[in-house]
């Protein structure tokens, strides 16, 4: 099975800007919805922002306007932009692939999975 792997979390401040990434490699998911979901502590795992094969994109609206997701086709990469980031978005980054377009916000639609990347931001 096709891995997701995210990389770019880290420690940053209330302010701040952190750009994700997340790679399939050896596989491909040009035709897939990819998306973004984060789980803080205790919390469920919760929806960001999606983007289908078509470049439709889907936003959570914590993080309208802050957040903005964009794929490399050619390279196969996944992106988030995270800007003016807060304490709230403290959280593992999980990167998701699924087929077609429908239900695009729900975390059991999504076939592959990454490992998560942990983002923290300081008040």
């Known amino acids: 099975q096709v891995q997701l792997v995210e990389s770019g979390g880290g420690l940053v401040q209330a302010g701040g800007s952190l750009r994700l990434s997340c790679a399939a490699p050896?596989?491909?998911?040009?035709?897939?919805?990819m998306a973004w979901f984060r789980q803080a502590p205790g919390k469920e795992r919760e929806f960001v922002t999606s983007?289908?094969?078509?470049?439709?994109?889907t936003y959570a609206d914590s993080v309208k306007g802050r957040f903005t997701i964009s794929r490399d086709r050619a390279k196969n990469i996944l992106f988030l932009q995270m800007n003016s980031l807060e304490p709230e978005d403290t959280a593992v980054y999980y990167c998701?692939?699924?087929?077609?377009?429908?239900?695009?916000?729900?975390?059991?639609?999504?076939?592959?999975w990454g490992q998560g990347t942990q983002v923290t931001v300081s008040s």
């Open positions: 050896g596989g491909t998911f040009v035709l897939y919805t």
């Open positions: 998701a692939a699924k087929a077609g377009q429908s239900g695009m916000k729900l975390a059991n639609e999504y076939t592959h």
């Open positions: 983007i289908s094969w078509t470049g439709l994109t």
